[in-house]
């Protein structure tokens, strides 16, 4: 394959397991019985809950309404009863308030034909509508409400929409499934998306560890009037990440602190494409997504599309359940995801991957002092210097680390995979912002 890219500085290459789950094609989950719905599915602020104990919600049902800009809307997955409104924990430690709903009923959409609407008559300002109606946000692990993303402000000019094509973490296939089982309807909300910025040009990133999805997109992209590029990337960690992406497809960098659009693009994930084309082609709100289960404790590792609220017990029974005793549930991917202790932690918009990890796969070795050996310099793709920032955190000196660029870390993992000594790097890049910003406030 010829002019394979990738970002310059550091990145790691963490073993990939796809083969998990990279040749399983995406069914539908079952749906429980009981699901609960977080307000907070999002970035920004949580919705405003609609609904109370005893009201009966149908199937897409606007249950939770956007508070303010920076926020999204939540639709019922299902038709049922809303048993109780409770407080929930996110995988991130925060707090929701979250609808519990009680499967019953017949579905409004589920099953049935879904008449296809015309949207190439719609105004930009109508598509965006749509786009915050049902609810829409990044599919990639942000969650930023995708109205805010595509709603490009009067006077910017994008050149390049970039998409996010790359799945870098180890065990993820959810976009990888989706690219080449949707291949049509991927090109279809890129039209969708083209009318809505008017970029220069549209270019997909795909790691070459997906050749499959890298040619049926490229003959797409030939077959289509977009002007449209596959650009296939080396497999290299974290190469998903907006700046890493950015800087492999297009050769630009985003300045520290800067968004993508001073560089005239914008970054979307492919299966956000793919919500943009059913929100505005059958009207049908982001409820429901695709789901990696996975992990070397998973009987029968799959793609699910799963019902926003499904507890993730249900998946993980689904699939099997365990063939050996975790060691760890991790939500998302094994590098950035976070470790989950409650069966019943629901999937939520921005839920990609559920992984069941032996003790063999995590094992967490003992921690020895720094031997200096730089690896951790060699590894961060922001071009930080990992011990240097840790040490400083570790002398309670924030505002140094913060001098010496901690505010740029993106929690990647990459210099705390890398580390001989097992030093907490990532844990203490975040634990040192938070003692930053709490030092700022008081
Ligand atoms: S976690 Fe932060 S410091 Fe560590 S490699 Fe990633 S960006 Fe660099
Ligand atoms: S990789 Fe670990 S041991 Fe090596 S310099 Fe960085 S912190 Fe020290």
């Known amino acids: 394959m010829k002019g394979i890219r990738t970002f310059s500085k550091g990145g790691i290459h963490p073993a990939g397991k796809k083969a998990l789950t990279s040749h399983k094609e995406i069914k539908n989950a079952m749906i429980p019985s009981v699901l609960v719905v977080p307000m907070q599915q999002h970035l920004g602020k949580p919705a405003k809950c609609l609904v109370e104990p005893g009201t009966e919600v149908r199937e897409g049902m606007l249950i939770g309404e956007a508070d303010g800009f920076i926020s999204a809307n939540v639709h019922s997955p299902i038709p049922g009863t809303v048993k109780t409104i409770k407080d929930i924990y996110l995988p991130n430690g925060m707090i929701s308030k979250a609808v519990e709903i009680e499967f019953k009923g017949e579905f409004d959409r589920s099953g049935k034909v879904q008449e296809k609407h015309e949207w190439k008559n719609l105004s930009v300002k109508e598509l965006i509508s749509l786009i915050s109606e049902f609810g829409l946000v990044g599919l990639g692990g942000a969650t930023f409400p995708a109205h805010v993303k595509f709603g490009v402000p009067p006077g910017k000019v994008v050149e390049t929409l970039v998409i996010n094509g790359v799945e870098c973490e180890p065990y993820l296939t959810a976009d990888h499934r989706l690219m080449i089982e949707r291949t049509a309807d991927i090109i279809e909300g890129l039209r969708i998306l083209n009318k809505m910025i ?3 040009k549209i270019a997909i990133g795909i790691e070459v560890n997906k050749p499959d999805a890298i040619e049926l997109l490229s003959k797409a992209a030939e077959a289509c009037e977009l002007n449209l590029e596959v ?3 080396k497999v290299k960690y974290p190469q998903g990440d907006e700046k890493q992406l950015l800087q492999a497809v297009t050769g630009r960098e985003v300045p520290s602190g800067a968004l993508p659009l001073e560089i005239g693009a914008v970054v979307s994930n492919i299966g956000t494409v793919f919500s943009v084309y059913e929100a505005v082609v059958y009207r049908k709100p ?8 996975s992990g070397d404790c998973i009987v029968n590792p799959a793609n699910l599309k799963a019902r926003v609220g499904t507890p993730i017990s249900s998946l993980i029974h689904e699939c099997g359940g ?8 991790v939500m998302g991917g094994p590098m950035m995801g976070f470790s989950i202790f409650d069966m019943d932690t629901p999937v939520s918009k921005g839920t990609s991957g559920i992984l069941v990890l032996s003790a063999k796969e995590v094992a967490a070795a003992r921690q020895t002092t720094c031997l200096e050996c730089g690896r951790c310099v060699s590894a961060c793709p922001m071009g930080l210097n990992p011990t240097r920032l840790f040490k400083w955190i570790d002398h309670l000196e924030y505002g140094k680390s913060v001098e010496e660029g901690l505010l740029d870390c993106k929690e990647c993992g990459s210099c705390g995979y890398s580390c001989p000594a ?4 990532v844990q203490g890049m975040k634990l040192g912002k938070n003692m930053y910003r709490k030092q700022k406030v008081s």
């Open 198 to 200: 008017n970029p220069g």
């Open 231 to 233: 650009v296939p990337l």
């Open 286 to 293: 982001l409820m429901e997504r695709v789901v990696t289960v």
């Open 322 to 329: 365990f063939k050996k005793e975790p060691a760890k549930i």
């Open 422 to 425: 097992h030093i907490p790097l």
